[in-house]
């Protein structure tokens, strides 16, 4: 049987930490939930508390309040079925693109023939069959986020959490691996939730995006999407009014968010 | 045609890399026959007696001082860098150390000589004791400070693929530290040749510090500068081992 995605309950989600002394509010009173098998985007601007949000999916931090449900459970540290994808992308300077990819099942004490035969299947499906040699210096930005999601991928996750995923990538680069992104959601199992800057990225990606306000963090508007990822969607009329309803919601969040 | 471009490739490589040795010689030569002294023999006079002395006993002493350099350098290494990578690692248990380190850091090991020659004699033990007190607090300090720096998103983004505490310190932390534990190494080699001619020159019988100060005692002027020569050697050697290593463990370095 076919394994479904997560799904994702976060319900008045806050989180403070200490900064030379005092006490900082990343996020407020957050609240948001994501379908099994979705793909959905958190967008704010810089410090808005997306990646901070991603950590406690992660279960890498705890909340300091509110609580995080996935699948009706909290998230612990290292969910076996969460796997998290950071903006630098993660990827271990010391190990071969192969050695990257099968760190997870390694980690996992998987059997070797096990780790070999998944190592080798994700490979393939990422198009890095003939880099497996090659040091992560030695890739190119796309070749090396490609290596980030094929590692992430291995460990078979019910949630995919991106930061930033494509920031650091050319244009066209981004786009193609957006798309490859929509073919890995198309063969299900995955619900995917990224954080990003980028207006058009989140309008062409989310099928649900989520504009943060900044300072502290939290949720401003919520767009429903449903062409997102759709063929060809980029370039209908569509997809610019919601970039331009993002970019206003951003605005907007903007005043909300600074201190009165 | 190729062959020839290869062939040219290497001679140039050779002599971009004898050209220094080259000039070192030729000013040697040069300030040897300027100042006419017995005390500074030219480079010639000095190869040919390193030559002779070496079948004569030198090579019996270039042994003794690499042994007690070579067990130094593993000792210090071993206990090292594992206690500057825990510290490293663990914040809490390095604020309690770190005043302790900070205190005994820079204090001059070497003055130590005669206490540790009461309670570990004159023979290997007492010298290898000594040159590993020395470069022991090179390699933790060295150590303790990579492995702080480590990258926090690194290390999170292999706790989030559901690694342990181990786990984060076999394919993390230690991957990261060993180009800074080879820094470490060479700048301790240097350290450890200068301690041992130090700790080989008081109250010994055998090792290159020794043989160095018999030659001065002597006037030996030309044996001396053998003896100078060999632990040139040992320090070119220790080198070179450390370069090959580190090609060999560390590959992605410089890509």
């Known amino acids: ?111 070797p023939g096990e780790i070999r035969a998944t190592g080798e299947r994700v490979l393939q499906e990422m198009g890095l069959g003939e880099l497996r040699k090659r040091y992560p210096a030695e890739l190119s930005g796309g070749q090396r986020q490609r290596v980030a999601i094929a590692r992430a991928l291995a460990t078979k996750p019910d949630l995919l959490l991106m930061d930033e995923p494509f920031s650091s990538l050319d244009a066209l680069t981004r786009e193609a691996l957006q798309d490859t992104l929509q ?57 610019f009014r919601l970039c331009t309803e993002l970019r206003g919601a951003l605005e907007l969040g903007r005043g909300a968010g600074e201190p009165g | 045609m190729a062959q020839s471009k290869g062939r040219n490739k290497i001679l140039s490589r050779l002599i971009f890399k004898l050209a220094p040795i080259l000039v070192l010689f030729l000013s040697w030569q040069l300030l040897a026959v300027l100042l006419n002294s017995a005390a500074l023999p030219t480079p010639g006079r000095a190869f040919l007696t390193f030559f002779q002395e070496i ?27 594992a206690l500057g990578l825990w510290l490293g690692a663990e ?96 700048i301790g080699s240097g350290t450890a040749i200068a301690v041992l001619f130090f700790a080989e020159s008081f109250a010994s019988s055998e090792g290159l510090g020794y043989y160095l100060m018999d030659a001065w005692s002597r006037n030996a002027y030309q044996e001396m500068f053998a003896g100078i020569m060999a632990m040139g050697l040992l320090g070119y050697l220790l080198y070179v081992g450390l370069d090959m290593l580190d090609k060999k463990i560390c590959p992605w370095k410089g890509l």
């Open chain 2, 55 to 81: 079948p004569a006993g030198l090579w019996k002493h270039f042994l003794v001082s690499s042994w007690r350099v070579l067990a130094s350098i593993f000792i210090s290494l071993l206990g090292g860098v």
């Open chain 1, 1 to 111: 049987m076919a394994r479904a995605g997560a799904a994702v309950d976060v319900d008045r989600l806050s989180f403070f930490y200490a900064h030379n002394g005092n006490r900082v509010e990343a996020l407020r009173e957050v609240s948001f939930s994501l379908a099994s098998g979705s793909i959905s985007a958190v967008i704010g601007p810089s410090g808005c508390g997306k990646s901070t949000l991603l950590y406690i999916l992660a279960g890498l931090l705890p909340p300091s309040g509110g609580k995080v449900l996935i699948n009706g459970e909290r998230p612990l540290p290292g969910r076996r079925a969460t796997s998290l994808i950071l903006q630098d992308y993660g990827l271990l300077p010391w190990k071969t693109v192969w050695d990257n990819v099968v760190l997870g099942l390694v980690v996992r004490r998987l059997p």
């Open chain 1, 183 to 239: 073919k890995i959601l198309q063969a299900g199992g995955l619900t995917v939730l990224l954080v990003t800057h980028n207006i058009e990225e989140a309008a062409y990606l989310g099928r649900r995006v989520i504009v943060f306000t900044p300072h502290p963090g939290c949720v401003y508007k919520i767009f429903e999407n449903p062409r997102a990822c759709s063929p060809g969607y980029r370039k209908t009329a569509e997809f």
């Open chain 2, 91 to 186: 914040e809490r248990f390095d604020r309690f150390f770190a005043p302790l380190i900070y205190l005994t850091y820079p204090v001059p090991k070497i003055v130590f000589l005669p206490v540790v020659m009461v309670f570990l004699g004159l023979g290997d033990l007492s010298k290898i004791f000594l040159i590993t007190l020395v470069v022991f607090f090179q390699d933790l300090v060295t150590t303790r400070d990579a492995a702080r720096n480590v990258s926090q998103a690194m290390i999170l983004s292999v706790v989030s693929l559901g690694a342990g505490k181990l786990d984060i310190y076999r394919h993390v932390i230690w991957p990261a530290i060993i180009p800074d534990v080879f820094t470490a190494l060479r």
